[in-house]
C-alpha cells in the first residue's frame, strides 16, 4: 500500500487553514471534474482531491493523518502503525465504508454524499478496510456529540480488569482556521474479561452542550494487543506448548502457562504435534467464560555431541518406524 501526501496533492502547506484548503479544492475540483475538463486523467486526479480534502477539511481526520509526520513520500510502502489512533479523541461512530458506493456527481458541489473509489491508503486509516468500530466515523445530529476514543491495553489486563488514566487528544479548530490539539485526562475502569473491540461508556464526557442541554459521552473501543505467548479469539486463548519426543511418546503430566497461573496438564501417550487439548474456562472471564486451547509441538533434540548422535543412531536401528509409509512408493528414504 502507498503513502499519499494529501498536502502535495492539494499544493497546500501543512500549516494551511480551513479556508486555505476550501479555495484550493474548489479550484482543482473545477479544473480536474470530469464532466468539464480537458487535461489528461482527469478522473484520476478529481478523485485524488477528492479523497485528499476529505481528510483535510475534517479537524479530526487532518489531526490524526498529521501525527504520521511529515517524513513519508508519496509512493512510499506504508503500513499504519499498531497504534494507530490511540489517543485521540474524535466525534462520530461506526467506521463507514469507503468502497462501492455512488454519489452524485456535480461540477459545482462542494460536499459529496458519499465517498466513492478511495484509495486502500484512506480505507486502511479512515474506515472500510477492517470492519468494526472506528473513532473517524460521521459526526452524530445530537446537539452534543458522543466522542470516541481507542485504549489499548494488555490481554493480562482483560483478562484481570484493571484501571487507566488516559490523557487524550481532542483536535479543535482556532478562530483562525488553524488546527490545534486539546489534551484532558479521563479515569477509566476496565472491566475484568473485556474483549476486544468491546465499547466502555464513560457518560457525559463527550462533546459538552452550548445550551445547557446534556453532555455527549465518550465511548472507549478497547484494543487488547498481541501477546507473545497466547493467540486471542473472542474468550478463547491458544498457547503452542512445546514437549520432547518422550513426552509425545510415553505421555507426562506437564505445568501449562494459562492467563491465570500455571495449571497442571495430563498428556497422553502418543500425541502427535499439531494435536490440540483444551483446558475448560481457561480464556477470558465471562458470563460464558471462554477456554483455551493448548497446540502441542514436538521439539527435537539437537544432534549435538556424539552421545546424542548415539542416541539417535539406536533409536533408526531399533525402532521399526518409517513415518512416509502411508505415502507410497519413493516415500521412504534410509
Do not use: C
Amino acid at each position: 500500500m502507498e503513502y499519499r501526501d494529501y498536502y502535495k496533492i492539494l499544493g497546500v502547506a501543512r500549516t494551511a487553514t480551513a479556508d486555505e484548503i476550501k479555495k484550493t479544492y474548489r479550484r482543482l475540483a473545477r479544473k480536474f471534474h470530469p464532466d468539464v475538463s480537458k487535461e489528461a486523467n482527469a478522473e484520476t486526479k478529481f478523485k485524488e482531491v477528492q479523497e485528499a480534502y476529505e481528510v483535510l477539511k475534517d479537524p479530526e481526520k487532518r489531526a490524526a493523518y498529521d501525527q504520521l509526520g511529515s517524513d513519508w513520500k508519496s509512493g512510499q510502502q506504508f503500513r499504519p502503525p499498531p497504534d494507530w489512533g490511540s489517543g485521540f479523541e474524535f466525534r462520530g461512530g461506526p467506521r463507514q465504508s469507503t468502497r462501492g458506493n455512488t454519489r452524485r456527481r456535480t461540477a459545482s458541489t462542494e460536499e459529496f454524499e458519499e465517498a466513492e473509489g478511495f484509495s486502500d491508503f484512506f480505507s486502511s486509516l479512515f474506515g472500510g478496510a477492517g470492519g468494526g468500530a472506528s473513532p473517524f466515523g460521521g459526526a452524530s445530529s445530537r446537539a452534543a456529540r458522543d466522542h470516541h476514543a481507542r485504549v489499548d491495553i494488555d490481554l493480562e489486563e482483560a483478562f484481570a480488569g484493571t484501571t487507566r488514566t488516559l490523557e487524550l487528544k481532542r483536535p479543535e479548530l482556532k478562530p483562525d482556521g488553524t488546527l490545534e490539539l486539546k489534551t484532558h485526562t479521563v479515569r477509566v475502569t476496565i472491566p475484568t474479561g473485556v474483549t476486544d473491540g468491546q465499547l466502555i461508556r464513560l457518560s457525559g464526557q463527550g462533546e459538552q452542550s452550548t445550551t445547557g442541554g446534556r453532555p455527549g459521552d465518550l465511548y472507549l473501543e478497547v484494543h487488547i494487543k498481541p501477546h507473545k505467548m497466547f493467540q486471542l479469539e473472542g474468550r478463547d486463548v491458544t498457547l503452542t506448548l512445546p514437549i520432547t519426543p518422550w513426552e509425545s511418546a510415553l505421555g507426562a503430566t506437564v505445568t501449562v502457562p494459562t492467563l491465570g497461573g500455571g495449571v497442571e496438564m495430563r498428556i497422553p501417550a502418543n500425541s502427535q504435534s499439531g494435536q490440540k487439548m483444551r483446558l475448560r474456562g481457561r480464556g477470558l472471564p465471562g458470563q460464558s467464560p471462554g477456554d483455551q486451547y493448548v497446540q502441542l509441538k514436538i521439539v527435537i533434540p539437537p544432534a549435538n555431541s556424539p552421545e546424542a548422535r548415539a542416541v539417535f543412531e539406536q533409536m533408526k536401528q531399533e525402532m521399526d518406524f518409517d513415518p512416509r509409509a502411508e505415502l507410497g512408493p519413493g516415500g521412504s528414504g534410509s
